[in-house]
Structure formats: C-alpha cells, structure tokens
C-alpha cells in the first residue's frame, strides 16, 4: 500500500504560480510512477502529467504543456506540481496518483491521494 497526502492548494489570484507537494508513505516511493490529475466541479477528471520512477521521463497532457511541470525527490517521498501563470478554469481538487507503469499511469492509477483544493480568482 501507498498512501498519499497533497498539500499546497489554496486561493490564488490569475497570473500567479503556485507548487503542489504531494507526500507519500508505505511502499517504496521511488519503485512507482506518479503523476497529476486534476477535477473540476461538473467534469470528470483530467491527466496532467506523470514522471517515471527516476524522473528520467516525464509526460504532460497538451493543454498544461509549459505551464506545468512535474518533479519528485526520492529521497523524501515528495511528489511536486509546479504550476506557473494560473488561470480561472485551472480551478479544480488537484490529486496526485501513483501506479507501476508510466506509460499506463494516465489510464490506471494504483493509488490516489485526497486531493487539495486550488481555486483561481480574475
């Protein structure tokens, strides 16, 4: 089992930037990929990016290309969402994932956190 907590989410104003930490215990972090998703109020939920176990490949969906990047560091167990030039409809729960393909991780999760709230005012 992997548990996994995310934390940084907040109000912000448009144009801001904002990190996301997503902090994992019991397996093995670095024996898993992880990744970003996002949801909306009213839309299912979206994949925003993934990183393989040693941060040697990372994969983003087209519409957050450039403005999100996505890191981890292994040696604590933390997941990161780096998030630049914030806009409206960015506003949705952010929950990180983790799961033993890269490749597939956009498509089946093993674990999920709870999620953290960003909001983006105009």
């Known amino acids: 089992q992997v548990q996994l907590v995310e934390s940084g989410g907040g109000l912000v104003q448009a144009g801001d930037s904002l990190r996301l930490s997503c902090t994992a215990s019991?397996?093995?972090?670095?024996?898993?990929?992880m990744g970003w998703f996002r949801q909306a109020p009213g839309k299912e939920r979206e994949f925003l990016a993934a990183i393989n176990f040693s941060s040697g490949s990372t994969s983003y969906a087209d519409s957050v290309q450039g403005r999100f990047t996505i890191s981890r560091n292994n040696a604590v167990n933390t997941l990161y969402l780096q998030i630049n030039g914030l806009k409206p409809e960015d506003t949705a729960v952010y929950y990180c994932?983790?799961?033993?393909?890269?490749?597939?991780?956009?498509?089946?999760?093993?674990?999920w956190g709870q999620g953290t709230q960003v909001t983006v005012s105009s």
């Open positions: 994932a983790a799961g033993i393909s890269f490749v597939r991780l956009k498509y089946n999760a093993n674990y």
């Open positions: 019991g397996r093995t972090f670095s024996g898993y990929a």
